[in-house]
T-cell receptor
Framework: GQNIDQPTEMTATEGAIVQINCTYQ??????LFWYQQHAGEAPTFLSY????GLEEKGRFSSFLSRSKGYSYLLLKELQMKDSASYLC????????FGRGTSLIVHP | DADVTQTPRNRITKTGKRIMLECSQT?????MYWYRQDPGLGLQLIYY???????NKGEISDGYSVSRQAQAKFSLSLESAIPNQTALYFC?????????FGPGTRLTVL
């Protein structure tokens, strides 16, 4: 199967660090994507991992272990505007979307 | 200007009506997709197209049809709308597996 599992909801404090985990069960993905989606808006691209390891982009980092079917998105120095849903997506010409993790950042 | 546009942005209609949602893109991508999103659920693929002559059903195509009028245009139709088609609809293009989404159409079927 191509299930993608991620937590439904997480909460964190402004200024803190949060890690959103994602596990998947397939060998058919061309890499692993993370998208951010604010309520009522379109998803926007955050990161892409095709090889194992850590990709860092400013306050956001993403990690992939293909052998373990595992990825995480790390958000540092959280800001209120980071409150959103974060989608873990298996990359393919037909992508597989996780249901998203709703992150709530409180003061 | 936005690269992927959708019209209308909001629509309220009645059961049984025919509805068309339109999507246009200026990104020059061949691959285009239609998704629906319901609260608490992930994005569900309705139809996808890899070029003008290629149309494919997604996981929830029943009750929907599409037309790829040109590389830049991909429209979604609900022939006879029903209340459980109330949802947020997104059009997207793709290049090297990265998806680029339009702003969405919020459809309410009464």
């Amino acid at each position: 199967g191509q299930n993608i599992d991620q937590p439904t909801e997480m909460t964190a404090t402004e200024g803190a660090i949060v890690q959103i985990n994602c596990t998947y069960q397939t060998s058919g993905f061309n890499g692993l994507f993370w998208y951010q989606q604010h309520a009522g808006e379109a998803p926007t691209f955050l990161s892409y991992n095709v090889l194992d390891g850590l990709e860092e982009k400013g306050r956001f980092s993403s990690f992939l272990s293909r052998s373990k079917g595992y990825s995480y998105l790390l958000l540092k120095e959280l800001q209120m505007k980071d409150s959103a849903s974060y989608l873990c997506v298996g990359g393919s010409y037909i992508p597989t979307f996780g249901r998203g993790t709703s992150l709530i950042v409180h003061p | 200007d936005a690269d992927v546009t959708q019209t209308p942005r909001n629509r309220i209609t009645k059961t049984g009506k025919r509805i068309m949602l339109e999507c246009s893109q200026t990104k020059g991508h061949d691959r285009m997709y239609w998704y629906r999103q319901d609260p608490g659920l992930g994005l569900q693929l309705i139809y996808y197209s890899f070029d003008v002559k290629d149309i494919n059903k997604g996981e929830i195509s029943d009750g929907y049809s599409v037309s790829r009028q040109a590389q830049a245009k991909f429209s979604l139709s609900l022939e006879s709308a029903i209340p459980n088609q109330t949802a947020l609809y997104f059009c997207a293009t793709s290049h090297l597996d990265t998806q680029y989404f339009g702003p969405g159409t919020r459809l309410t079927v009464l």
